[in-house]
């Protein structure tokens, strides 16, 4: 089940429609539903609630004005370990350093005249 601070994929009718972050799951009047309050990840950002089953909110298909909505839990990939080629550029790149960490230049963006 997704769950407060969780970000989803909105389907709407079988097509991905829009990323959002579910802020608040609180209970409703009636019983077993509860107000999902969704921020809507677009330009400009919107605010929605929606009154919505546990099962809605697992990922099972539902309607809405008689469009299908799924409800999609979204998953980061694992970030993938470098591969032999960038290790080797990146211990060349560190290696004048003395405590082998990556000295960048730092180019202050505030500052500028």
């Given at each position: 089940?997704?769950?407060?601070?969780?970000?989803?994929?909105?389907?709407?009718?079988?097509?991905?429609a829009f990323?959002?972050?579910?802020?608040?799951?609180?209970?409703?009047?009636?019983?077993?539903?509860?107000?999902?309050?969704?921020?809507?990840?677009?330009?400009?950002?919107?605010?929605?609630?929606?009154?919505?089953?546990?099962?809605?909110?697992?990922g099972n298909?539902?309607?809405?004005?008689?469009?299908?909505?799924?409800?999609?839990?979204?998953?980061?990939?694992?970030?993938?370990?470098?591969?032999?080629?960038?290790?080797?550029?990146?211990?060349?790149?560190?290696?004048?350093?003395?405590?082998?960490?990556?000295?960048?230049?730092?180019?202050?963006?505030?500052?500028?005249?």
């Amino acid at each position: 089940m997704a769950r407060e601070g969780d970000v989803v994929l909105v389907h709407v009718e079988d097509r991905p429609a829009f990323f959002a972050r579910i802020e608040c799951i609180g209970p409703d009047l009636k019983p077993d539903w509860y107000q999902v309050n969704l921020l809507v990840l677009q330009m400009p950002l919107v605010q929605v609630t929606w009154i919505l089953r546990q099962d809605y909110i697992s990922g099972n298909s539902f309607t809405m004005g008689g469009k299908k909505i799924l409800i999609e839990p979204v998953v980061a990939p694992p970030p993938e370990p470098p591969s032999d080629e960038e290790s080797e550029s990146r211990k060349e790149a560190t290696k004048h350093c003395p405590d082998g960490g990556d000295k960048g230049k730092v180019i202050p963006l505030f500052d500028r005249k």
